[in-house]
């Protein structure tokens, strides 16, 4: 069964400290992987897109690894900031089923002065 | 430009009534897509649409119609709600199948 899992369920920081989310995935034939941010009562907004040939990737302070091998992905913030503060997604999806992204259910990372 | 939009934002109905959420996107994308997310549950597609003209079930269809009533918008018909159907519904757009998905801001829906 397709899945993906994310580590940890929560995290709480202070504000300019750095952290790092984990993602695991079983999805096969694997096609690409997205890294969401959700803040609270907002829709998604995409943060990165990764396909099989790509192992880093980064969006101003939001830098995100894959390892297909393992099938695991981290997204890693630097310098975090109060606005940091949502739920980050992890969603993979499947070649030859791209329209169908297998969504995991988030890490809520919560940024304290 | 304003991306993907739905309404209503908030609703709240009765067991057994009908409802339509509506979404239209100015991106001029070929595929759109219906989610549902419920706590501690990553999002799940009700229905999708890889083009004007044509949908698909998701993962979640029961419950549920669509129309996809142009290239612009895609409605989500509920005809006869029930509780488990208490959500928030995000409608998303993307140009084909491996391009970037824009979510719109949600339908938080609660039957009661």
């Not at chain 1, 040939?53 to 690894?65: C, F, P």
């Not at chain 1, 089923?97 to 990372?109: A, E, P, V, Y």
């Not at chain 2, 709240?12 to 994308?29: F, I, P």
């Not at chain 2, 159907?85 to 801001?105: K, P």
Request: hydrophobic share 30%.
């Amino acid at each position: 069964k397709n899945q993906v899992e994310q580590s940890p369920q929560s995290l709480i920081i202070l504000e300019g400290k750095n952290c790092t989310l984990q993602c695991n995935y079983t999805v096969s034939p694997f096609s690409n992987l997205r890294w969401y941010k959700q803040d609270t009562g907002r829709g998604p907004v995409s943060l990165t897109i990764m396909t099989f040939s790509e192992n880093t990737k980064s969006n101003g302070r939001y830098t995100a690894t894959l390892d297909a091998d393992t099938k695991q992905s981290s997204l890693h913030i630097t310098a975090s900031q109060l606005s940091d503060s949502a739920s980050y997604i992890c969603v993979v999806s499947a070649k030859g089923n791209t329209d169908k992204l297998i969504f995991g259910t988030g890490t809520r990372l919560q940024v304290f002065p | 430009n304003a991306g993907v939009t739905q309404t209503p934002k908030f609703q709240v109905l009765k067991t057994g009534q009908s409802m339509t959420l509506q979404c239209a996107q100015d991106m001029n994308h070929n595929s759109m897509y219906w989610y549902r997310q419920d706590p501690g549950m990553g999002l799940r597609l009700i229905y999708y649409s890889a083009s004007e003209g044509t949908t698909d079930k998701g993962e979640v269809p029961n419950g549920y119609n669509v129309s996809r009533l142009n290239k612009r918008e895609f409605s989500l018909r509920l005809e006869s709600a029930a509780p488990s159907q208490t959500s928030v519904y995000f409608c998303a757009s993307s140009e084909g199948r491996t391009g970037e998905a824009f979510f719109g801001q949600g339908t938080r829906l609660t039957v009661v």
